[in-house]
């Protein structure tokens, strides 16, 4: 069975999978909530997002409704009618108070004068530490879910939605793992100039491995990709953030001759790749999809340490 089918059929099912038994714990009440330094007394009416996978998270919750201001980098098309508040690093405060919002969702760029101005205003800011794992996202979205709706009808969506992606994720690396056209792959993009790749501590290199195949920089000590060892590894098949990096392979008397320039780089956006909520379901279908077509001729037995 081709793997996009077991994919279709993981997507259609995998809801009356993962639905869990969350009945409420006695006396348990959704507010107050929680969270590190954070307390909610009540239910948030009004959020700000900065942060683009927050957005994606909050919106696979079914909270995005409850947006009343988002950064220029939440960029996703079901956010372009809610009115942008500036950067991310260094948002207007001013706007921020003014759609009256009552929690901000931001990451760890968000600049000092911002935090001190929203904490003078007594707006709450949830900065959470990153996830890398699926064990570290269940705890982001039980943080999230909580926070915007409650210890128990918040927890309960958001587990839910969780469940969701993580068994959809884990049934189509099982099933492409069967697939005997799933090889080795890379996965590069430029940041100063140099050609980098994503690791095994990161999410984005967790990605690459729900796809069945092994990235040949999993065990790479540094993100700096050293170009001897590309061309060691010789992956089946590459994703690039952009194309400029793939002209950037072609113009290298070195790295020209990687097979996989030969009709096997596919592009995937840094940022796509980042995502963690049902944006990540389909970033997998799309890589899926360009591995099983891949013209594969052989299995490359070496990989970067």
């Not at 201001?69 to 001013?94: C, I, L, M, T, Y």
């Not at 949830?126 to 996830?131: K, L």
């Not at 993100?223 to 690039?240: E, G, Q, R």
Request: hydrophobic share 40%; glycine share 6%.
């Amino acid at each position: 069975m081709k793997i996009r089918k077991i994919l279709s059929i993981a997507l259609a099912g995998i809801v009356m999978l993962s639905t869990l038994a969350l009945g409420s714990c006695g006396e348990e009440k959704d507010y107050p909530v929680t969270v590190g330094k954070i307390k909610i007394e009540q239910e948030p009416k009004n959020i700000v997002i900065l942060n683009k996978n927050l957005a994606d998270i909050i919106t696979a919750i079914g909270y995005d409704g409850k947006t009343v201001g988002r950064s220029d980098e939440v960029n996703q098309k079901s956010f372009k009618v809610v009115p942008s508040v500036g950067s991310a690093q260094d948002p207007s405060v001013d706007k921020i108070k003014k759609a009256k919002a009552e929690i901000v969702f931001a990451d760890k760029t968000l600049c000092q004068s911002a935090l001190d101005k929203l904490k003078e205003s007594s707006i709450p800011v949830f900065q959470p530490e990153d996830a890398h794992t699926l064990k570290q996202l269940k705890v982001l979205y039980k943080q999230i879910g909580s926070i915007l709706g409650g210890n128990v009808v918040g927890n309960e969506k958001a587990m839910k939605s969780y469940s969701e992606i993580k068994n959809t994720l884990k049934t189509v690396r099982t099933a492409a793992k069967r697939d005997k056209t799933v090889s080795t792959l890379a996965y590069l993009y430029i940041d100063d100039g140099a050609i980098k790749t994503v690791t095994g501590s990161t999410w984005r290199s967790s990605m690459l491995s729900f796809t069945g195949s092994m990235n040949v920089f999993e065990k790479a000590e540094s993100d700096v990709v050293d170009p001897a060892k590309l061309v060691l590894a010789n992956p089946d098949c590459i994703f690039v953030a952009d194309e400029s990096v793939k002209e950037h392979l072609n113009l290298s008397d070195t790295l020209k001759k990687l097979r996989a320039l030969d009709g096997n780089t596919f592009v995937i956006s840094y940022d796509d790749l980042g995502m963690q909520g049902y944006t990540s379901l389909d970033v997998i279908q799309e890589m899926i999809g360009d591995i099983t077509d891949a013209d594969i001729e052989e299995t490359s037995e070496a990989a970067a340490e």
